[in-house]
């Protein structure tokens, strides 16, 4: 499984893995991971729950290409996301 970090919010997560070099927007740039999901590894997840509001939920994963680019994508996280992205992504965290 996938190291799974616990921070007070997103953004403490995303400024943690932004040290960790993975400084590029796949929210940005998603297509090719749909397109080539085999290209791309999630090296770290982190789960974000809202205290009061569902709709606050969230998951940052931290994600490193083949090619050595390293990056986060931001999703919403809840049992009706049927975003593609997402999906891909968590079959890619399962998989390894």
Do not use: C, W
Request: aromatic share 12%; glycine share 6%.
């Amino acid at each position: 499984m996938k190291p799974t970090y616990h921070y007070t919010t997103v953004l403490e997560a995303l400024e943690d893995l932004n040290e960790k070099g993975f400084t590029y927007d796949f929210n940005l740039h998603q297509q090719d991971i749909k397109i080539n999901p085999q290209n791309y590894e999630v090296k770290h997840i982190y789960r974000y729950e809202g205290d009061t509001d569902p709709d606050e939920e969230s998951v940052v994963y931290g994600i490193e290409s083949v090619f050595g680019k390293k990056g986060v994508f931001v999703a919403g996280f809840s049992a009706n996301s049927d975003d593609e992205t997402t999906i891909v992504l968590n079959k890619l965290s399962m998989s390894s």
